[in-house]
């Protein structure tokens, strides 16, 4: 179930982003009664804005319309309400709206105006514009009011001002606009300021979901928020440390292989005499007088035999040695001129009087060991020294007289052509471009909070 939220979410995300995406803005004409009649001929600045005249607005104080432009006594002001409803349906209102008022007045009947004009009197005059958003009920839901002051006269010397308010919420429905201008002087008659023009307009978004679909979307948001409400972070799993275990806590181990290994090396290094081994690699011979050998008079084969006798101490003195007859002299292993030597008749040879594998091994190891490093080649005279001890500049002074001044060169004497080389780094447009995504994510962010702040309401 939490899986099938998430997914209607993560649609639901995708389907206002698009929504978003394709929805565009429709701006409105003048929303007032002077509608897009011509500009007046008293100013220069806009010629977009039309002039303004006392039709379909209502009359507050005293106002003299001249005719393409309206002049106050005193305090005067003229306000008009609308229906937007006119100009957009409800459901595009409860997009949002926002209502531009453009003013263009005349302010120089005022003594120290530098377009000083009509009856100037001291004191300088001011003028406020009004804009309201409201429900259909007349209540407001956003306002802007701002008075000025600033010194104005007619043709291009005429000031145009700005107003602007916003509604994101829903219920916009109608609106009210007003001017006013005070007389800061005397009082004198027809000595306030002049208003020359005025437009009002209103920017939507015309995009429009159907209900159905909003129905959708509230349920999903709904399901999530219960989801959300009962969620329970899952308990973390502790993250095995292996705890370090110093290596002088224990104690050295003796290994019994290497204690009885050296116990091999010893007896068989006993066993085998320096002659013996000279004899297996062709070294001076040693003619030994055969005698016959037989089971009731034992010769030269005692020794082994009582080697076996202590390695086998269970067996009884009747047991049978066979006898081993020493082959000739012609068939001991022989070494050729470069000293090489025939590891398989010193096996054939250590075969005869040691019977265990591991001592055979082990005594082959050790015969051949010795007589290679006997045979070694003396390579003392090949040792030979190549430093030439000579003088090159003896009684001489070396001077390096290149110069390194001309190598100083500036690589990009151009910064454009740096700056053109930067611009096609492409970890530099991956770093852009990854800020622009992120900066458009949290903009579409903002834009679906501000969805689901309205359809929750």
């Known amino acids: 179930m939490e899986t099938i939220i998430k997914c209607g979410f993560l649609l639901l995300i995708a389907f206002l982003i698009t929504w978003a995406a394709t929805a565009g803005n429709v701006t409105t004409e003048n929303l007032l009664p002077n509608g897009t009649g011509n500009s007046s001929s008293y100013q220069n600045v806009d010629n977009t804005i039309p002039s303004v005249s006392t039709n379909g607005f209502n009359v507050v104080g005293t106002v003299r319309d001249w005719g393409g432009e309206l002049e106050t006594t005193g305090t005067g002001s003229i306000n008009y309400t609308g229906n937007l409803t006119d100009h957009a349906t409800q459901q595009q209102l409860d997009n949002g709206i926002t209502l531009d008022s453009t003013t263009i007045v005349q302010n120089c009947e005022w003594q120290g105006s530098a377009w000083q004009c009509g009856q100037s009197r001291a004191g300088q005059d001011s003028y406020t514009t009004t804009v309201k958003i409201l429900d259909d009920e007349g209540n407001t839901l956003a306002i802007v009011n701002q008075t000025r002051n600033n010194d104005a006269g007619y043709g291009n010397n005429a000031f145009k001002y700005e107003d602007s308010v916003s509604y994101t919420g829903t219920g916009s429905n109608q609106f009210y606009w007003e001017w006013e201008g005070v007389d800061g002087g005397s009082y004198v008659n027809l000595g306030g300021p002049n208003l020359l ?68 090396n010893t007896t068989l290094e006993e066993e085998f005499e320096e002659v013996e081994i000279l004899q297996v690699f062709g070294g001076p011979e040693i003619v030994e007088e055969e005698t016959e050998v037989t089971e009731e008079t034992p010769t030269e084969t005692a020794t082994v035999t009582e080697e076996l006798v202590e390695e086998q101490p269970e067996q009884t003195e009747t047991t049978t040695v066979a006898t081993v007859q020493e082959e000739p002299a012609s068939e001991q292993p022989k070494t050729d001129s470069v000293g090489v030597v025939d590891v398989q008749d010193v096996q ?95 903009i579409k962010e903002k834009e679906l909070e501000v969805l689901r702040r309205q359809y929750a309401r």
Do not use: C, H
């Open 197 to 264: 023009g005025a437009k009002l307009t209103m920017t939507y978004d015309d995009a429009v979901i159907e209900e159905e679909t909003i129905e959708q979307i509230e349920d999903v948001i709904e399901q999530f928020e219960e989801w959300e409400q009962s969620f329970t972070e899952p308990v973390p799993i502790e993250e095995f440390i292996p705890v370090p275990i110093a290596l002088e806590e224990f104690g050295m181990i003796p290994l019994e292989e290497e204690i009885v290994f050296e116990e091999i």
């Open 348 to 442: 054939a040879q250590v075969a005869v009087k040691v019977k265990g594998i591991d001592k055979q091994l082990a005594a082959t190891n050790i015969i051949v060991a010795e007589a290679m490093e006997k045979q070694q080649v003396d390579i003392s005279s090949y040792y030979k020294q190549y430093t030439d001890t000579r003088q090159l500049y003896e009684g001489n002074v070396y001077e390096d007289l290149r110069v390194l001044e001309g190598y100083d060169v500036q690589i990009y004497q151009n910064d454009n052509k740096f700056f053109a080389i930067s611009v096609d780094d492409p970890v530099l447009k991956y770093q852009i471009n990854f800020q622009k995504a992120k900066q458009n994510r949290l």
